[in-house]
Structures are given as structure tokens and as C-alpha cells.
């Protein structure tokens, strides 16, 4: 029986392959794939993306044997500048994605020397050690719990079958990462991991950008060991200089250290390199709020929740920017359409307090305290330093210290602790995070 295969994977691999090629300009994933399966006008997706071709194509599989077609479009005036179909047994499937993209290359042309990097690349061993490794790109892809345990259980069952499988080691230690950010894993747990798993990547490859990058994110989110967080992200920005994840998590360093302008240019290359990502967006809000721009941070956190409606806190994140902005109203309104239950209790613990509505911001912190005191003691804390309650606000900044919360890493030049910062207290604080004041 023919069945249909999802390009997805495919789409991933061949872009991961021409964003090597000096000459080319590729849109990252997160915005091509926005168009995934649109029949929208060509000239239009090609402004959206600020891209003159698009490439398109379909996978179908029948028992072992695939069918890959693949075509190069002109968004200029709709011409196919390029097209083949390509029939290969599975296991050959990325030997496919090889050839496709040196069709693309030489379509435009471009040296094909432009893709010597194909040269000695590593490859999985079989098929099922590929398809573990695409069924495990396809669960990330929906960035819930469920999505990340199936994605991990992929690449560990992959690199069961063949541990020198880079690609997949770098993949498991994202999703360790991501699980733990998204407070599905106890930091003492999910962190840990990730450095176990981005140091044995590293051993398997030393110039693995994505390694790199997410070594820094756990020395800046779990560590607080700001030199060694700099150092790694520095190496992976070089390795993977156009990469809007590696861009994304080094912005957040630099934005963290109190380095606003660097962090700003970093995300500004992220948005030329992917302009659709959501997560782009939401950490130019972060750094434009710590700028006390909050008119151009309303904007981003807008533009997110445009990209993606659903994204889990971004009603949360511009709800705060709007009671910043004296818009407190509004800010209700975003807080109330928030997806995540415990991120819509802490934000409006803080709306109802601009609007005056004290019972009702009494009520909102107190269900807060006794729900998610275990993993949300950093907004518990904002809460109350919003409300000019220092006293127990540095009490829920101590229990977040204590329990390694995630998103502490966060607290330099946070809005929301503006009423702190005067306080010797929260210098001191600082100090013990090894932050400069």
C-alpha cells in the first residue's frame, strides 16, 4: 500500500544542508513552514519571508521504497527554474537529500564546491535509525509534554542503534532542555541532563553549534555561572552564526548580564534568518521591556501572538507589557485569553492590582501560593515586589533560589521587580547569583 510521508523532516534536513552554502540567504524552518501546505499566492509568501525562490516537494513511501519529488520556484513571476523526482530505497534517504540539495545549488547557479561539507558526512546506519531519528524531529515539533517524552524516547531508541549518531544526540539534549524550560522536569533533573547530553555530543562532535549553545543555556539557566554560559554561546554563535536557535539563546544571555544592546542585535540577526519564529519575538519583548521601551515591546510580543495565537505565555508576556504602558484594562483582557492556567493566575495577580481590584488580586496570588508554590515561586515574587510588599517578595525570591526555579535566570532589569532595585537587598540578591548589579 502507497501512503503519504510528511516532508517535514525532509524540509529540516535540506535546509540544515543549504544554510551551509556561503552564497545563500535561507529562511529558517520555523518561517517556511508557516506556508506548510498553502496554496497561497507565490509573490505574496515570497515578501512574508523576503525570499525570491521557494522550494517544494512531496515524499511518498510504499514498504521500503520512497518517492521524492522536489521543485525550485521563481517567486518573482511563478516559473519552476528546477524539478526532479528521485526514486530511492529508505535506507538511502538522506544520500536523496544530498542530491536534492546539490540540484538546488547547481540550479541557481552556484558552485556545486559550495557543498563539500557533504563530503564525510555521517549518516545513519540504517533505516530504522533514521526513521527513529525523523519520528523524533515530527514529537518535538508540537512543543507540548507528550511530545517531548515521545521525542526523546526517538533519539535515545536512535542512538541505541548507533551512538555516534550526532544529529539525534544534539537533538536529545534540546528537548531535555525545552522539557525542563517548560517546567515538565524538575530543574535538579532535566538540567543535569542536558549536560550530560550536550557534553557527550561534544565528545562525539566538538564543533556541534547546537551543543554549544545549549551547554551555555544550562550554565545560565540552572548555573548561574555567567563566564562559563558567555564562553559557550560565543563558540556556538561562530560555529552557527545565522542559527536563530543558537541566536535566540545567546540573545537571552546577553539580555540576562545586563548587556541589552548586544542582546537586541542578536535577535535582530534571528529575525532576518527565520522572520516568522514566534520565540524571536518574545525575547525582543523581554529586552525592549528592560530597555523601558515598552511602546516597540508591545509591538513584538503583538507580533508573536500574530505567528502564533496559542504560544503559552504570550498573553501573559504582553498583558505585563500593557499594565507597564498604564494600560491595565487591556491587559486584562490578554490575561484572560492567556493558554496556561497557572501563567493566567500570576498575571492576574498583577492586573487586578493596577485596576485597584484588591480582593480579587488577593484572591488570584493566594490560589498562586497554593498551587504553584513548588515551581513558580519567581512570579509569587514578582507579584508581591509589583505590589511594593518587599518583605514577601524577597521571602519567594529565597524560595526560588532554593529550588533552582527556571526562569530566575530572568530577574536582572525584570520590570515587574522595578520597586526592589532600590532595596540593598536585592543587590545582595544579585551578588548571590553571581550577577553583576
Do not use: C
Not at 557543498?115 to 514529537?139: C, F, I, M
Not at 524516547?153 to 536512535?158: G, I, L, P, S, V
Not at 510588599?389 to 521571602?395: H, Y
Amino acid at each position: 500500500m502507497t501512503k503519504s510521508t510528511s516532508p517535514t523532516v525532509w524540509r529540516t534536513e535540506i535546509i540544515n544542508l543549504l544554510v551551509k552554502v556561503p552564497e545563500l540567504k535561507v529562511i529558517g524552518r520555523t518561517s517556511s513552514f508557516q506556508f506548510k501546505g498553502k496554496t497561497d499566492d507565490l509573490r505574496k509568501i515570497g515578501t512574508a519571508l523576503g525570499a525570491t525562490y521557494l522550494v517544494e516537494g512531496s515524499v511518498r513511501r510504499a514498504g521500503d521504497h520512497v518517492r521524492v519529488t522536489a521543485q525550485l520556484i521563481d517567486t518573482r513571476d511563478g516559473t519552476h527554474r528546477w524539478s526532479e523526482t528521485y526514486d530511492r530505497e529508505a535506507d538511502d534517504a538522506l544520500k536523496v537529500q544530498d542530491e536534492i540539495a546539490a540540484g538546488l545549488v547547481r540550479a541557481l547557479q552556484l558552485e556545486i564546491t559550495s557543498l563539500t561539507h557533504l563530503q564525510g558526512r555521517v549518516l545513519p546506519k540504517n533505516g530504522e535509525v533514521y526513521d527513529s531519528y525523523l519520528r523524533g524531529l515530527h514529537a518535538l515539533n508540537r512543543y507540548d509534554q507528550r511530545g517531548f517524552d515521545e521525542a526523546a524516547a526517538h533519539f535515545r531508541h536512535a542512538l541505541e542503534l548507533d551512538p555516534s549518531l550526532v544529529p539525534a544526540a544534539a537533538q536529545l539534549t534540546r528537548v531535555l532542555f525545552d522539557e525542563t524550560s517548560f517546567g515538565f522536569l524538575a530543574p535538579q533533573i532535566g538540567f543535569e541532563q542536558a549536560r550530560m547530553a550536550a557534553t557527550q555530543v561534544l565528545r562525539l562532535d566538538s564543533e556541534s553549534a547546537l551543543a554549544h549553545a545549549y551547554l551555555g543555556g544550562v550554565h545560565y539557566a540552572y548555573n548561574w555561572d555567567w563566564p562559563a554560559a558567555e564562553q559557550e554561546l560565543r563558540t556556538a554563535v561562530r560555529l552557527a552564526p545565522d542559527d536563530p536557535t543558537v541566536l535566540l539563546i545567546a540573545a537571552e544571555e546577553r539580555m540576562v548580564v545586563g548587556q541589552l544592546p548586544e542582546a537586541l542585535n542578536l535577535t535582530d540577526t534571528a529575525v532576518a534568518a527565520d522572520p516568522l519564529h514566534a520565540a524571536v519575538y518574545e525575547v525582543r519583548g523581554w529586552v525592549y521591556s528592560r530597555l523601558g521601551r515598552f511602546v516597540e515591546a508591545e509591538s513584538a510580543n503583538r507580533r508573536l501572538l500574530e505567528i502564533s495565537p496559542t504560544y503559552v505565555f504570550g498573553h501573559y508576556d504582553l498583558g505585563i507589557v500593557l499594565v507597564m504602558r498604564g494600560k491595565a484594562e487591556a491587559a486584562l483582557i490578554e490575561m484572560q485569553d492567556e493558554a496556561s492556567s497557572a501563567a493566567q493566575t500570576a498575571g492576574l495577580a498583577v492586573v487586578y492590582y493596577a485596576l485597584h481590584r484588591a480582593k480579587e488580586a488577593d484572591t488570584a496570588l493566594a490560589g498562586l501560593e497554593v498551587t504553584n508554590a513548588g515551581d513558580m515561586a519567581m512570579y509569587i515574587a514578582e507579584s508581591y515586589a509589583f505590589r511594593g510588599q518587599k518583605d514577601e517578595a524577597f521571602k519567594w525570591l529565597d524560595r526560588a533560589y532554593a529550588q533552582k526555579d527556571v526562569v530566575l535566570w530572568q530577574i536582572k532589569g525584570d520590570p515587574l521587580f522595578k520597586n526592589l532595585e532600590a532595596d540593598p537587598r536585592y543587590k545582595a540578591f544579585l551578588r548571590k547569583m553571581n550577577l553583576p548589579e
